[in-house]
């Protein structure tokens, strides 16, 4: 039986504003999370005994990157070659500012004219995750998006016209290959 149960996208922020210790939070929590015993029933627990599943890391102005290409969690092997594959992984390269978690003026202190460009927009993020859900290889009739960030977005029009744009994005694509699936039985 090919496809997947659901296809899961996980979303990690880079932004300026996560620290070190939100950074290794993040990394860490998912890699523990992969090798789960509740992770792995729950994606070996459908009729097709996998999920497809995804990792992209996120910031503002579009900057993206794909950590983990589409591929398949069908076994605790599969999980554990990820999570390590994650674990080895540098989310944030911070020599561009002095290695630190932000630039700082001469005193030491965080510098605010600095900052005002370091906005996290969690809508861009659930916009790359919409189309990176209606890219994947596997089929299926279930999609998830999670989205790890240290706050709310804060750019202007929020998160709630991007994710409605994201369902109907994804509701278009299911209702799509149901049309194939139905024509093909039928034709």
């Known amino acids: ?38 992770f792995l029933r729950a994606a070996t627990a459908g009729p097709r005994r996998r999920i497809g599943f995804a990792v992209f ?3 503002s102005d579009g900057k993206f990157d794909l950590l983990v290409p589409w591929t398949v969690i069908g076994s605790a092997e599969d999980a554990a070659r990820l999570s390590q594959a994650l674990a080895s992984v540098t989310l944030i390269d911070r020599t561009h500012y002095g290695g630190g978690d932000m630039e700082q003026d001469r005193d030491g202190d965080a510098d605010p004219a600095a900052m005002h460009d370091r906005l996290t927009d969690m809508s861009e993020a659930i916009d790359f995750a919409s189309r990176l859900l209606t ?3 596997h089929a299926t009739e279930r999609a998830v998006t999670n989205i790890c960030a240290n706050g709310t977005d804060n750019f202007a029009g929020g998160t709630e016209s991007s994710r409605d744009a994201a369902l109907e994005l994804l509701l ?6 149901w049309r194939a699936v139905f024509s093909s039985i039928f034709a």
């Open 172 to 177: 278009q694509n299911c209702c799509m290959a």
């Open 1 to 38: 039986m090919p496809g997947a149960d659901a296809n899961v996208v996980t979303a990690i922020d880079v932004s300026d504003s996560i620290g070190r210790y939100e950074e290794w939070l993040q990394q860490a929590g998912l890699v523990r999370a992969l090798v789960h015993p509740d």
């Open 135 to 137: 890219s994947s290889p």
């Open 57 to 59: 890391t996120w910031s």
